[in-house]
DNA sequence: CTGTTAGCGCGTTCAC
DNA sequence: GTGAACGCGCTAACAG
């Protein structure tokens, strides 16, 4: 044996041709245009492959047609629970239409999104960018090139999917107004993201609405070390409730009330955004849904569909939120 | 103008060449051996070349090198918090090599991670799998086909990254025999998991060399709501701390137990694995951390080895563990 | 319904 | 140093 292309020659489709009798276009057929062909014809070559252990040439495939059944999905960050969800259910969607997808980590830079993209715009159909850090600009450039999907970024002309806060921070406010307290806090995340700046914005119009004080708290970034620390600044604004731009914030949020001896929500109410955590906290925390994983679906979906159409259109589909009460919101303390 | 592939065929090698007033071979060169040509030749050429905006296809080089400069990386279900981190990990070891990561989610099927793997196989250098379902016969089966990395998941002969429990679990009776428990028990995760056997054994040993009764709860999956309601089962033992399979499962214990008013640590001591929460429980959670991140890393560094240097190797990385001790642990209530 | 003939864009022997 | 062929594995017109 002189070389036979190292130890494992993948079978091609001729291997799968001799084999059966027939030619390469007829395999090809089988799999790509079944109902071209005789139904016996196609199960048997069908089934003389998997014998062979022949598998399709994606890349072989893509040259040729031009289509490489492959998107690229970007996220700002994989460890953030918000996104898993969102990736799973887009995952599951690519599925269904046989496409793979790229999975890009931007770790919240906009470089590293602009690179990941330009490594990936060779060899997917479609791109799908999730809380893009990237300027409008950028984002534009690349939706030139690869038919795009945005979630939780509004960029006019670019088809997007975004999930509107607004009903569940308003139902969130209505509940508090309800319960009595009369001055509450919003904790912020990301200034950079779209999410964060909608969030704040519902706060504001829901507390006028209710007659309610709101103080605005930053915390640097959002995660649960962050939520914990700007407890201080939040009991020092005299507030009796506080709504965090997320999940994670607000937990942290909760132990440092408790690390202060502040009872959760006896003392003080806390309301998260994402429902990432389900009832995991105790007590359970009150949270404002998000549905990452519809917005996940919904964009995969639209792309695809992009994709297949080649319809651009001008999509904007939103997804609405509403308030999941639990345990961490009650009357506020007597003075 | 007929049709001319569309508004947007990008520029090709004959493009630059035709421009540049050389044949092809030339302008391949001067992006692949930059050294075989002239330096003035070199630099000329890639400067027609990004003025014409031409960008080397990967498809088409990836076809007729055989190298496609992407890996697979398949898990069984993004959304357990344990996986986030390595994925994180993997990622970014994969962007320093300049490789495109394929993510796939089999759900916890070995069916649909059997689908992913050949979809994938056409188009990567290298398989990445964490925590397979897959059959040892199949895991031969495509690690014939491509170098392929294990994570948790011991077969003779594939390199393989594991997470030693052993040690974390050992500290983590002895620190429970050290408190004065003399009875606990151990829940159970996914019986076709590795780490959940390995973890097991490791109860079952170090209960053994400190005296300590041990009884197995099975927890039918791994996930907050069945540790919630594996509680009174636990409780029936008679035991007075638990060690569970991994954080959630602790996590939703901790809740079960303070819905029947059994307070954690005093009345009952809690003791998770993987540290995929850090300190977010209250009370926060003693753990045995297992560093997925670290797993993540260390097995796409070594895949990417293996790639470079085409030698196969029976690699066996272990990483150790060792025991967080944190707020959910104690000595037993007096009888 | 099925076989034949061309390429897809690029890397790579070969000669020059 | 550089150009001319061939082939990677597959799809897409064409015939038959």
Redesign the pocket.
Known sequence: MIQG?GQN??P???DVANAA??????V??A???PE???TE?VSRILEIASSIG?V??HT??A???GRYGNVALVVPDVTNPFFPPLIRAAQMSADLADYCVFLGNSDESWRQEDKLLDRFVGQVDGLLLVASRLSEERIHGHAARKPTVLINRDVRGIPRVLIDSGQGVQEAIAHLAALGHKRIVYVSGPSTSWSNQQRRNAVRQGARDFHLHVDIVAARVASYESGRAVVPTILATGASAAIAFDDVTAHGIMTGMADLGVSVPSSFSVIGCDDVLGAATYPSLTTVSTRSDEAGHAAMSLLLDLLNSRSVGDARITLDTHLVVRGTTSAPPRR
Do not use: D, I
């Not at 009798?21 to 007829?26: F, L």
């Open positions: 292309k020659a993948r091609t489709m001729v009798g027939v030619s390469k276009s007829t090809s057929r799999f790509s245009q071209m062909l005789g014809t022949y399709p040439n072989a495939r040259l040729s047609t």
